[in-house]
């Protein structure tokens, strides 16, 4: 099997006083399911999963969703930029941050364009690798636009303080090359169960296979509970990541950590340079 890993997901952008995240959970329903159990974790220190063989053993569970994760990268090669909707939900401390925002993305020179729609609504940001001295532009609407145009490292400590992930970080190729990496990293251990969700409808209409993994014991080489990657069956493409933590001692569910959601995507828009200045008359940032 091809262990194609690349660069580290995330999926995102924010800023203190400046950026919120949000997005819609989606519900679906289950099918068929296979399992490999590690012995129960006897203290509520973590512990070390068992090792078995990496998942080229096709009796591991993440074999499959592994396979299918490698194929779907197969149609973002042929796609050099896009226009969509992207929506996130992402655990800041105890605090769920959500937003929902315009992107406009381009993968040769690694450009983001964002317009908030919800929380914050109006609000631009602008990152464009290589210029601006790598840092994001930022725009508020409204009264807060009396402030002009901010200038933030995409790393530093505003713009991280309400996100889990840089803006460099964005992009569905980038999303998808974390759930492999992570996937890769837990096919070494037991203790793991999968499950796949056909026919689960997102809000935004597009109908997905949801390929799930589940981690029962809290393992130090799990960082999930849950996992669950969402491919678009028209396209073929993955287009949402969900990720749940451990739950609680007061949790009835496993919470919500993270999640990042590519919707109503129009591919090869043919995005040009200007799509990505601050100068463009359509933007608020001159």
């Known amino acids: 099997m ?34 490999t159990r590690a012995e129960p974790v006897k203290t509520t220190a973590p512990k070390a999963a068992p090792e078995v063989q990496p998942a080229a053993d096709e009796a591991h569970p993440l074999y499959v969703p592994l396979r299918m994760a490698y194929q779907a990268m197969e149609p973002l090669s042929d796609i050099r930029d896009y226009e969509c909707v992207f929506t996130k939900r992402e655990l800041i401390g105890r605090k769920l941050v959500k937003t929902s925002m315009k992107l406009k993305f381009r993968d040769e020179p690694f450009s983001v364009y964002l317009k908030f729609l919800d929380t914050n609504a109006g609000r631009e940001v602008l990152y464009v690798k290589g210029q601006n001295n790598n840092n994001l532009l930022v725009r508020e609407a409204g009264i807060k636009a009396l402030v002009g145009v901010v200038t933030l490292s995409p790393t530093g400590p505003d713009a991280m303080a309400e996100n889990r992930h840089p ?29 796949k969700r056909p026919d689960s409808k997102l809000q935004s209409g597009e109908i997905c296979t949801v390929y799930e993994s589940v981690h029962e014991k809290p393992y130090k080489d799990f960082k999930f509970h849950t996992t669950r990657l969402w491919i678009d069956d028209k396209s073929g493409l993955a287009i949402g ?4 933590g451990f739950p609680g001692k007061n949790d009835k569910e496993p919470p919500i950590v993270e999640e990042y959601f590519y919707t109503d995507i129009k591919p090869n828009r043919n995005l040009t340079d200007v799509d990505f200045d601050k100068s463009n008359k359509s933007y608020s940032f001159r």
């Open 2 to 35: 091809p262990r194609n890993v690349a660069r580290r997901v995330g999926c995102f952008l924010s800023m203190k006083q400046l950026v919120a995240g949000v997005f819609c959970l989606m519900v679906c329903t289950s099918v068929s399911q296979a399992q």
């Open 167 to 195: 803006v460099s970080s964005i992009g569905m190729k980038e999303m998808l090359n974390m759930v492999i990496k992570q996937w890769e990293a837990e096919a070494k251990f037991a203790g793991t169960t999968t499950q």
């Open 241 to 244: 990541v969900q990720q749940l």
